[in-house]
């Protein structure tokens, strides 16, 4: 069993609370739009497991460092983190095809900037979109999302807002 955070659109910023709701996180994943080496070495360093893909806006540094798609296991969890990835229904075309072949337990991404929490029935996947969890964007509320890996069940899923000062 496994306690996961996902993270995407920090977009550079750090915000104190998130060490403390990752606080007992086994792993961090971020599903792009970083925005500096400096927040990925902080969620990093909360977590003996910090996985991420870099996103449209993350530069030369953060595109060496994290792929654009990473395909990987959790406990018996087949899980697919990509930035662009659209919503059941609605995929991006980058992924789509990706998707309908060989559908994952659990596909990840950010980017819209809308929090999504979605079961797939037609690929029999779970998708996630952790919403954005910086300042850029037109959101009103970051929001950023934690759950429990067991085997291959996602137990004890939590949406956190971030709100109040920023």
């Known amino acids: ?18 060490a403390q709701h990752f606080a007992g996180c086994d792993e961090i994943w971020h599903a ?13 360093a909360l977590v003996p497991v910090f996985r991420a893909v870099h996103g449209n806006i993350d530069g030369g540094d953060l595109r ?3 792929p654009e798609v990473l395909r990987f ?23 789509a095809y990706r998707l309908r072949q060989r559908p994952p337990h659990l596909f990840v991404c950010g980017h819209s900037h809308i929090l999504r929490v979605m079961y797939d029935r037609s690929l029999g996947m779970l998708h996630i979109n952790p919403g ?29 807002e971030l709100t109040g000062s920023r």
């Open 132 to 160: 954005a969890a910086g300042l850029s964007g037109w959101q009103r509320v970051r929001t950023l999302v934690t759950l429990t890996v067991e085997g291959k069940d996602f137990k004890d899923c939590q949406v956190v």
């Open 32 to 44: 792009g739009d970083i925005g500096s080496t400096e927040v990925a070495e902080r969620l990093a």
């Open 73 to 95: 296991r959790c406990e018996e969890a087949d899980i697919l983190l990509k930035h662009i990835g659209g919503y059941p229904g609605h995929y991006d075309r980058s992924i």
């Open 64 to 66: 060496r460092l994290f």
């Open 1 to 18: 069993m496994k306690r996961i955070g996902i993270i995407s659109d920090t977009h550079g910023y750090w915000d104190e609370r998130f």
